[in-house]
């Protein structure tokens, strides 16, 4: 299967520290996307990151990723209450126009 | 610009009964996935359109879901009968044509419950 795997399953951090989430995937991609979702709503697309590319940064954000190890980060410095959600990775490959979404890291931020 | 609308937000019904979910995309956008979400899992590909064609529908449970496009905009997603186990968010997304890497936006969801 090509669906990613998130770890942690869930994190749970004070407001103001950061917080790290790990996907590791199976097959070779395309790229890689990371997407939030709140309670009860769809999901948000934050950022995407190429095969060729190593690291890209937006705003708080900041992924990494290591084809040879099949895996990606996403960093959230400086985090806040509202940035508690479930975080989820997602995998594009050559070819294919569809994703594979990961099981997903349950993020708490506490005030 | 106005998001992926969905409707209606919740669904409660019996096993067995139908029940139908509507999707707008976003206006330009030619492709539109449905996924289901499982309590505590990530959005699974039921069927995928480009414009009004099926493009993949590999995961869709053809005995029971049925989806359809047919003016390759707004799209309707159908479960005949329904059982204990479709309980869940039902997804709709779209996203450009012509984008080599696949961004999708989402729309709201569905959350259906089957008693």
């Known amino acids: 299967s090509q669906q990613g795997e998130e770890d942690p399953q869930a994190l749970s951090i004070q407001e103001g520290e950061n917080a790290t989430m790990n996907c590791s995937y199976k097959?070779?991609?395309?790229?890689l996307q990371w997407y939030r979702q709140n309670s009860g709503r769809g999901l948000v697309h934050l950022i995407l990151?190429?095969?060729?590319?190593r690291e890209k940064h937006s705003g708080r954000l900041r992924v990494t990723l290591d084809t040879s190890k099949k895996s990606s980060s996403l960093l959230i410095t400086a985090s806040r209450a509202a940035d508690t959600a479930s975080y989820f990775c997602?995998?594009?490959?050559?070819?294919?126009?569809?994703?594979?979404f990961g099981t997903g890291t349950r993020l708490t931020v506490i005030p | 610009e106005a998001g992926v609308a969905q409707s209606p937000r919740y669904k409660i019904i019996e096993k067995r009964q139908s029940v139908a979910f509507w999707c707008n995309p976003i206006?330009?956008?030619?492709?539109l996935y449905w996924y289901q979400q499982i309590l505590g899992q990530g959005p699974k590909l039921l069927i995928q359109?480009?414009?009004?064609?099926?493009?993949?529908d590999s995961q869709l449970p053809k005995d029971r879901f049925s989806a359809e496009r047919l003016k390759g905009v707004d799209s309707t997603l159908k479960i005949q009968p329904a059982k204990l186990e479709d309980s869940a968010v039902y997804l709709c997304?779209?996203?450009?044509?012509?984008?080599?890497?696949?961004?999708?936006?989402f729309g709201p969801g569905t959350r259906l419950t089957v008693l």
């Open positions: 359109f480009q414009n009004n064609g099926v493009v993949d």
């Open positions: 997602a995998t594009g490959k050559t070819g294919a126009n569809n994703l594979f």
């Open positions: 097959t070779s991609i395309n790229n």
């Open positions: 997304a779209s996203s450009l044509e012509r984008t080599f890497f696949n961004e999708q936006f």
């Open positions: 990151i190429r095969s060729n590319e």
């Open positions: 206006s330009g956008h030619a492709t």
